[in-house]
């Protein structure tokens, strides 16, 4: 997978935790906004579309003022080179993808390595995904990342880390 995260040149989106990527995975590029919602969850709004400019029209779902907020213009300030090895699961009441991401976060000219273990839910419980979650980070001595990819080489895209 290689993603590319956007911003407009003042920060409005990431200000407002949006975020929007493009992502190609294996022959299939994917325009994605991601705006917050209610417990610390994720709205996401995915085009099928091989360039950002032209998928962000129709982004009918977006939040109101998406539109005027990228009408300042895009650049490109950071993004993740990464190999994913993925499977779906159930779990008691949830359905879960399970995925290894192992690459590296780049922004700023720079690049950090990025080795994750990712549980994402699919359907299904909330409290489950967050049970299975923390027995497979017992079992395994894995930590908890609380920053998101895109949040992680933002940083490094500004320099907050080095």
Known sequence: METTYYDTPSGALSARHYTLRRRM????SVCTL??????LGRNEIEI???DIQAAIPRMTDAPADFQ???AEGLIAVCGAKF???AIML???????????DSGVLTGGGKEIPLCEVEVELKSGSTESADIFALE?????????ETKSKFRRALSLYKGEIV
């Open 136 to 144: 497979l980070a017992t079992r395994y001595g894995l930590l908890p």
């Open 25 to 28: 995975e294996n022959d299939l």
């Open 34 to 39: 991601k705006t917050p919602a209610g417990n």
């Open 68 to 70: 005027e907020l990228v």
């Open 48 to 50: 099928s579309c091989a």
């Open 83 to 85: 190999h994913r090895i």
């Open 90 to 100: 159930k779990f008691q009441d949830c359905r879960l993808e399970l995925a290894l």
